[in-house]
């Protein structure tokens, strides 16, 4: 069954409707279009997840032509990874005989000692929290 792409109900007004609708509808095309090809059944590959979408359909991030990916996520320099990695790294030297694996316990406790005033941590855990677990995992 065919549908018009052009049918729009009786309440439907342009100026209200139809410029957030446009926003929003690109952005939903690019996201059914990228979940084709992560279900191989088609699309290409656009750098787009979810978060894009909703930043994309909320006008929080521009949406490029639909036959162009988003730009690569930048994950940030070594300098920004080195002090998490080498804290988590740290950590399970240290600790990793009574916490073999990375969990609850041993993440609240990390957490604490990160964010100690006396410690001048240079991030916020939430920042840095993955950075540090992959040093944890490093450290074995």
Do not use: C
Not at 3 to 22: F, G, I, L, Q, Y
Not at 64 to 81: F, L, R
Not at 83 to 102: N, S, V
């Amino acid at each position: 069954m065919a549908t018009s792409t052009n049918w729009r109900p009786a309440w439907w007004k342009e100026d209200k409707h139809e410029s957030a609708w446009s926003r929003v509808k690109e952005a939903l095309r690019r996201d059914w279009d990228q979940t084709k090809k992560d279900l191989h059944i088609g699309g290409h590959e656009l750098n787009q997840d979810v978060k894009d979408t909703v930043r994309q359909a909320a006008g929080k991030q521009s949406l490029p032509p639909i036959d162009q990916a988003n730009p690569p996520k930048v994950i940030g320099d070594w300098d920004e990874a080195e002090i998490p990695l080498g804290y988590g790294y740290g950590a399970r030297r240290e600790f990793g005989q009574d916490h073999p694996t990375w969990d609850e316990d041993i993440e609240t406790k990390l957490r604490s000692d990160w964010e100690d005033p006396r410690n001048d941590s240079p991030r916020k855990w939430d920042d840095v929290r993955g950075i540090i677990k992959r040093g944890w995992e490093s450290g074995g």
